[in-house]
């Protein structure tokens, strides 16, 4: 049988198809969970945008629609006929998702699935579409200034997209809009600049490698190098690593434990010089043949496949050498850069709330957050390396809830946790391992990174205290996840 990803190819749009027949408005209800109250939701709130039908009744749009989603539907044009909709595939990284009828197709049987356009260069020009309340198609022409890595949903993961030069209108829909290009679809809209009338779109780049790994029903998402860099701008930076005037190049300042560069040999101090045959200038930006300079990463994110061997060109200790990577997921983070989807993990002892750090929980402390997080959990965002001995994760004591077990404590917040009763503490499941062990003194010793350093909780009191929360209503204690 052939997969879904071939039918896309060789489908071909009749001639009396056109774009806005194979657009519908897709409307999500988001639900996140409390950064401060893990066990309880945020109220809800709704997102709109469009989606564009494929073949197999799969409609694509952007992650940013779907994701942490309790009821999605698909709506014509018109807005008199809907079907409710289910995620089938997501891709938080590259802000893309599938979408798929939860029973019957309903209207989407009457529409023209889409098919993809040849990727376009700069100077190119696209359409943007959009719909009225009352269906009316809307199309603005825009012209491709550009082609840049951007990150369009979860912060630091930067895939190809398209800076656009167009007017949009103002039209029911609030953001994610497909473009064409005669007929066929070449990028999908996350963002617009009023002021400039600039916009971002997804490339088709993007959309096909995403849509072909999915068409199997086994994804696996983009590859990753896993490397921490910086330039080599800096001329006495540059003669202690021994860089010719001409050569350009990236020194890598962390190897994530697990990733593929680690996997290949890759060390912290080696300069990347050339990746897959495209040397790197001294920020670490290439020369495409079709799209002019681009961000190095698109040599991993854009092109390769999960599995696929690249060669690297790398400067180690003076000496030039070849190394090959195979190229992989990237390995879990310290800090998750965001819980899409997943309810964030927690565990309450006695009034002692603790949770994993993550930068959803930083991001909680509002827009300014960079400056208002404290300091020591920003810390650890910004050199993890220097706690991942030990540690799967951070586990914080986020707050203190007053209660006859935690007296004396009801100020303190943001703590890291070090040791208790002396086992070092890798991460949540083996908190509460070591705190479901009695102590033979009875009191547990709670080990932080700041002041009071030390926190006793009486383990008898504290029982006490979590049978009488289950009883006043909190629906649970805690919210662990198999460590893997």
Known sequence: MKSLFTLFLAFSLPLFARPEN??????????????????????????????????????????????????????SSDRTSTITAKVSMIDYDANLALLSPAHDPGFLSELTP???????????????????????????????????????FVTGRYFLCYTVKASMQTSGNSFTLPAFVNDRLTGILTSYNSKDQ????????????FLKDASDGDYEGFPSLGVGTTTTEDP???????????????????????????RAGLKKGDVILNLSGHDLDRRGYFQHPQYGTLFWPHLVKGAPIMGEVIPLQILRKGQQKTL???????????????????????????????????????????????????LNLLDVLSSPEDYEEERRRVVVLTRVI??????????????????????AIAGLPELAAVLDKTPASGIHIIETDKAPYQIFLDEYLS??????????????????????
């Open 402 to 423: 007053a209660t006859e077990a935690t007296i004396g404590y009801d100020s303190l917040s943001s703590q890291i946790i070090t040791a208790v009763n002396g086992e």
């Open 463 to 484: 029982d006490q205290v979590d049978a009488d929360f289950l009883k006043r209503g909190l629906p649970l204690l805690k919210r662990l996840y198999k460590v893997e």
């Open 114 to 152: 889409a098919s993809l356009a040849a990727p376009p260069k700069p100077g190119e020009q696209l359409t943007l579409f959009q719909f009225e309340n009352n269906g009316t198609p809307l199309a603005t022409t825009g012209t491709i200034r550009s082609m840049e890595l951007l990150s369009t």
């Open 324 to 374: 090959e990577v195979t190229l992989g997921k990237s390995p879990s983070p310290l800090v998750p850069t965001h819980r899409f989807d997943q309810a964030p993990p927690f565990l309450i002892k006695g009034g002692l709330v603790f949770q994993e750090l993550s930068k959803p929980y930083l991001e909680a402390f509002g827009k300014e957050w960079t400056t208002r997080a404290p």
């Open 22 to 75: 194979s657009i519908v408005r897709v409307n999500s209800t988001i639900q996140n969970f409390s950064a401060s109250q893990p066990w309880e939701k945020t109220p809800s709130r709704s997102r709109r945008g469009l989606g564009t039908l494929l073949p197999g009744n799969q409609v694509l749009t952007t992650a940013a629609l779907a994701a942490d989603a309790t009821y999605i539907e698909l709506q």
């Open 236 to 262: 006495h930076f540059r003669n202690w690593l021994k860089l010719p005037e001409d050569q350009g190049g990236l020194y890598i300042t962390r190897i994530l434990p697990g990733g593929s560069a680690d």
């Open 198 to 209: 600039i916009c971002d779109l997804i490339s088709v780049d993007i959309i096909s490698a």
